[in-house]
């Protein structure tokens, strides 16, 4: 049978890969998180690759560690760009990706975040224009969220305690504002760099100033610096904070300390419904563990998925960035998700597909993140579309 060249072309074009770059902190102080993220999405890209890719053709994952360094980040994201990947998924830490933004709207390339929090990663660029989207609670929803939780337990004597980083400073900012929304105002800030070993002296002024709860806002080991010293000075005031504190860094380094600990969470580790629950038991297969960080996992499987329905509504092969962003923003099919129900989770005007109905109270019991509130796990049970 004689073959066009048109037809030829296109069976080849049917066997090249879709090239989809990933970026985060595999190796390095953040690789705790920035594994599970990575797994998540090759677990959704074998997933995906088995029923047949893109049209035909596979997905194929191109890996760049930044290890959790700004400089670096910014120079694995240039080599993805070189590499003229189709889109890229990831970034743990905000102050790492938010040292290579531009070039990724510059270079008309979508990246979807499925970890990094801080507010200012989706509101760099005005929407309509922004290549940027996200999968993840922002600090802007989680600090008012848990402000609400503190208010509502009574605790009206906040010490804030936040690192130096990007990420500690745009969360330091949103917890202020937040408090303030309240009439409140924190008792106490401490203002520390990654890395610090003893908060002794922190800790004895916040106790000193009456507060009598800590809203720690830092991304590793310093949260169980936190804990652990609070228990060494047998001060039993609860800590809080965001998604951070149910990091191996927090529940591992302050074991009992972080016993009662509050956190937001997106997702809980609980086969609370038949998608978790396949989700769940498929990780565990494939890696033989369970997800060390289950929200970074959870979070960048859906994101994967996400991209990949923005793909399916490109009929004609032509996968390029305006195309995508196009396709994200629009009507996409609704994808029935681990974390929630995805049903036109982008637009022009809104880049995060999160919403604070999606968001719940986590509480650390016996070493693990758990719901809580009882009826928070059985809302999980109920589809939770964006508002």
């Known amino acids: 049978m004689w073959v066009t060249p048109v037809q030829l072309a296109q069976a080849q074009a049917s066997q090249t890969p879709v090239r989809v770059g990933v970026i985060g902190p595999f190796t390095g102080p953040s690789a705790d998180f920035g594994v599970p993220m990575l797994n998540g999405i090759r677990l959704a890209t074998d997933e995906i690759n088995g029923v047949g890719g893109y049209l035909g053709r596979p997905i194929e994952l191109v890996v760049k560690d930044d290890m959790a360094d700004p400089a670096r980040g910014r120079q694995m994201a240039q080599e993805l760009l070189t590499e003229k990947v189709t889109a890229v998924i990831g970034f743990c830490n905000t102050g790492v990706a938010l040292k290579a933004l531009d070039l990724f709207q510059q270079g008309k390339t979508p990246l979807i975040v499925p970890c990094a929090t801080g507010t200012a990663?989706?509101?760099?660029?005005?929407?309509?224009?922004?290549?940027?989207?996200?999968?993840?609670?922002?600090?802007?929803?989680?600090?008012?969220?848990?402000?609400?939780?503190?208010?509502?337990?009574?605790?009206?004597?906040?010490?804030?305690?936040?690192?130096?980083?990007?990420?500690?400073?745009?969360?330091?900012?949103?917890?202020?504002?937040?408090?303030?929304?309240?009439?409140?105002?924190?008792?106490?800030?401490?203002?520390?760099?990654v890395g610090v070993k003893d908060l002794t002296a922190e800790l004895t002024a916040a106790r000193n100033a009456g507060a009598n709860v800590i809203y720690s806002y830092t991304v590793g080991?310093?949260?169980?610096?936190?804990?652990?010293?609070?228990?060494?000075?047998?001060?039993?005031?609860?800590?809080?904070?965001?998604?951070?504190?149910?990091?191996?860094?927090?529940?591992?380094?302050?074991?009992?300390?972080?016993?009662?600990?509050?956190?937001?969470?997106?997702?809980?580790?609980?086969?609370?419904?038949?998608?978790?629950?396949?989700?769940?038991?498929?990780?565990?297969?494939?890696?033989?563990?369970?997800?060390?960080?289950?929200?970074?996992?959870?979070?960048?499987?859906?994101?994967?998925?996400?991209?990949?329905?923005?793909?399916?509504?490109?009929?004609?092969?032509?996968?390029?960035?305006?195309?995508?962003?196009?396709?994200?923003?629009?009507?996409?099919?609704?994808?029935?998700?681990?974390?929630?129900?995805?049903?036109?989770?982008?637009?022009?005007?809104?880049?995060?597909?999160?919403?604070?109905?999606?968001?719940?109270?986590?509480?650390?019991?016996?070493?693990?993140?758990?719901?809580?509130?009882?009826?928070?796990a059985k809302r999980s049970l109920i589809v939770q579309r964006k508002q």
Request: no cysteine.
């Open 221 to 376: 080991p310093e949260n169980a610096v936190i804990a652990n010293g609070k228990k060494a000075l047998g001060w039993k005031v609860s800590q809080v904070g965001p998604w951070t504190l149910s990091f191996p860094f927090f529940l591992d380094g302050a074991k009992d300390a972080a016993e009662g600990a509050l956190t937001v969470q997106t997702f809980v580790a609980e086969p609370s419904n038949e998608r978790r629950a396949s989700f769940l038991s498929g990780y565990s297969r494939k890696y033989q563990r369970k997800p060390a960080v289950p929200m970074a996992a959870a979070n960048a499987y859906d994101a994967t998925y996400l991209l990949m329905y923005s793909f399916l509504g490109i009929r004609d092969g032509n996968l390029s960035g305006p195309a995508i962003k196009d396709a994200l923003e629009g009507k996409m099919k609704t994808y029935y998700g681990v974390v929630t129900t995805y049903d036109h989770p982008f637009s022009a005007s809104d880049k995060d597909a999160i919403t604070r109905n999606m968001l719940v109270i986590g509480m650390v019991k016996n070493g693990a993140v758990t719901f809580a509130y009882p009826e928070d």
């Open 121 to 193: 990663i989706t509101s760099t660029y005005p929407a309509p224009e922004s290549y940027i989207f996200r999968v993840q609670g922002r600090d802007a929803l989680q600090a008012p969220m848990m402000v609400d939780e503190i208010v509502k337990r009574g605790w009206d004597k906040v010490a804030i305690f936040a690192d130096t980083t990007g990420y500690g400073e745009g969360g330091y900012k949103d917890v202020v504002e937040a408090l303030a929304a309240k009439n409140l105002k924190p008792v106490h800030v401490a203002r520390f760099p």
